[in-house]
């Protein structure tokens, strides 16, 4: 996996206490992918900050271990990836963006990260007439890399090909994520 922290703001929100499991639970903040999908997430960047916006990364690469302690809190698929399958993110193959204004100001988004309610699906329509050109502009971005949206959640897109990608289970921040 190749890492794709340096061109990317990152807020990796598992390696906080601001998500719904209400605790930090990785070991390093930290954006990694598989090669193609590094390529695909930095092209989608470049795109957006043509028109004056940044990603904003809040979950890439997620060792397996974590997606048991999230299944535990929250045993819905429409939501967290059943464990004993894998998720995508347990692959390196899926992010988690939103979006920001190049000056670093927020822009006004759907719902929070880890919403799950049905005002986080992508079909979503009663919220504000602004949050909606925000989902609509990522989304955009998003797909002409090739990237494939999960329809009930706005922040979620999933590489082309994940299933090829073996499930992991490396912690963030050992070199071991890197070399492989």
């Known amino acids: 996996m190749g890492a794709a922290d340096t061109d990317?703001?990152?807020?990796?929100?598992?390696?906080?206490?601001?998500?719904?499991?209400?605790?930090?639970?990785y070991d390093a903040a930290r954006c990694l992918l598989v090669p193609d999908a590094v390529e695909r997430l930095l092209a989608a960047e470049r795109a957006l900050r043509a028109e004056g916006y940044r990603l904003v990364v809040w979950d890439c690469y997620r060792p397996r271990s974590v997606q048991y302690l999230m299944w535990e809190i929250l045993p819905d698929p429409d939501y967290v990836a059943d464990p004993a399958r894998?998720?995508?993110?347990?692959?390196?193959?899926?992010?988690?963006?939103?979006?920001?204004?190049?000056?670093?100001?927020?822009?006004?988004?759907?719902?929070a990260h880890d919403d799950f309610t049905p005002l986080a699906h992508r079909d979503a329509i009663d919220l504000p007439a602004a949050a909606i050109a925000s989902r609509e502009r990522?989304?955009?971005?998003?797909?002409?890399q090739g990237w494939i949206p999960l329809q009930t959640e706005w922040w979620h897109f999933d590489a082309p090909g994940w299933e090829r990608h073996p499930l992991r289970d490396d912690p963030l921040g050992s070199a071991a994520s890197e070399n492989r």
């Open 8 to 25: 990317l703001l990152l807020d990796i929100r598992y390696a906080t206490d601001e998500n719904f499991l209400g605790r930090a639970v």
């Open 86 to 111: 894998g998720s995508r993110h347990n692959r390196g193959a899926a992010v988690d963006v939103g979006l920001r204004a190049l000056d670093g100001s927020d822009v006004p988004l759907p719902t």
């Open 138 to 144: 990522l989304e955009r971005a998003m797909t002409a």
